[in-house]
């Protein structure tokens, strides 16, 4: 186990909803990375925080945003849902930065949402 | 484009023997390429890391090896294991500051008893 997890495990919304995903990082973990995982394919980055900050962010719309806390716990919120938003939601941390580093992420087992 | 392909979907192989997976890239110039493990269910799990500068990389059963001439990289489980049935992942880290991973789309292993 990688020390990272991530609530709820399932979730269910419907079209336009909005849903909140929350994960809490392993300990001494101070950058929070979020994929979408879609059925058979490989995870997408959505965006990362560094110590609360947005710190990059991958081909996703604005109505994907995020948060990062001084625990540096994070939340994953998207609204007005489609669906094909229906995937997994992975949080992966690690303990800096990247440029030069080589830190390799953890990922948590992920929130499956499912929208109809 | 960008592109990451892996070389099948699925791959059978019998208990015993080495198992291949391939990482093909297109228009990327990255820094690391790592691969990772996914089970059902599960989040990835990191197995190896291997730089732009190294050929070749072992742990254990594992070796890596990464050929930035030709954009490949080659992940090879020796002595395979049912245990080793999983999905396996490569993803190349740009070090561009978010280290954000590009993951391929994977390939499935099924080890055969």
């Known amino acids: 186990e990688t020390g990272v997890t991530q609530s709820p495990t399932h979730l269910i919304k419907t079209r336009g909803q909005q849903v909140t995903l929350r994960c809490s990082s392993q300990?001494?973990?101070?950058?929070v990375s979020w994929y979408q995982q879609a059925l058979g394919q490989g995870p997408q980055f959505i965006f990362q925080?560094?110590?609360?900050?947005?710190?990059g962010r991958g081909n996703f719309p604005p109505r994907f945003s995020g948060l990062q806390f001084p625990n540096y716990s994070s939340e994953l919120n998207v609204n007005a849902l489609e669906l094909d938003d229906s995937a997994l939601y992975l949080c992966?941390?690690?303990?800096?930065?990247?440029?030069?580093?080589?830190?390799?992420?953890?990922f948590g087992p992920g929130t499956r949402l499912l929208v109809l | 484009s960008q592109k990451i392909e892996q070389n099948s979907e699925a791959l059978n192989i019998q208990e015993g023997k080495t198992a291949t997976l391939t990482c093909n890239y297109t228009?990327?110039?990255?820094?690391?390429l790592q691969w990772y493990r996914q089970d059902p269910g599960r989040g990835p799990v990191f197995l190896l890391l291997?730089?732009?500068?190294?050929k070749e990389k072992r742990k254990e059963r594992l070796k890596v090896t990464f050929d930035t001439t030709l954009k490949q990289s080659l992940f090879h489980i020796t002595a395979s294991q049912p245990a080793d049935s999983a999905t396996y992942l490569c993803a190349l880290d740009l070090q561009t500051g978010a280290n954000n991973l590009f993951f391929g789309t994977g390939t499935r292993l099924t080890v055969i008893p």
């Open positions: 925080y560094y110590r609360e900050e947005e710190n």
């Open positions: 300990s001494g973990h101070n950058t």
């Open positions: 228009n990327y110039s990255p820094a690391y």
């Open positions: 992966a941390s690690s303990p800096s930065l990247g440029g030069g580093t080589q830190e390799t992420q953890y």
């Open positions: 291997i730089r732009e500068n190294e």
